[in-house]
């Protein structure tokens, strides 16, 4: 089974920047999308940024502009650059893995902290 795991979080003053990264390790066969989702208090889990194996990203409103999503389809890797990064960027982020197509396949990471404080 196709397992998940993020890297490179922590804590990071306002303005700043970050780069978290999800390693993969196996693959699922045929399209998928890779992604990047939040869980910030007070709110439901939203998305962040979202990427195909074809490249065609997605990007949640409030992160257009300043995050960058990758994904590096040989490597079955997922990078996500963070800039800019704001108070309310704060919260517990989840590499998610797709199959576009039947049997539905679904595999999430375990999440890693972000906290953007002063």
């Known amino acids: 089974q196709v397992q998940l795991m993020e890297s490179g979080g922590g804590l990071v003053q306002p303005g700043g920047s970050l780069r978290l990264s999800c390693a993969a390790s196996g693959t699922i066969p045929g399209a998928t999308v890779m992604g990047w989702f939040r869980q910030v208090p007070g709110r439901q889990r939203e998305l962040v940024a979202t990427v195909t194996s074809g490249g065609t990203t997605d990007y949640g409103n409030s992160v257009q502009g300043r995050f960058t999503v990758s994904r590096n389809n040989a490597k079955n890797t997922l990078d996500l650059q963070m800039d800019s990064l704001r108070p309310e960027d704060t919260g517990v982020y989840y590499c998610?893995?797709?199959?576009?197509?039947?049997?539905?396949?679904?595999?999430w990471g375990q999440g890693i902290q972000v906290t953007v404080s002063s």
């Open positions: 998610k893995i797709q199959r576009r197509i039947t049997p539905t396949m679904i595999v």
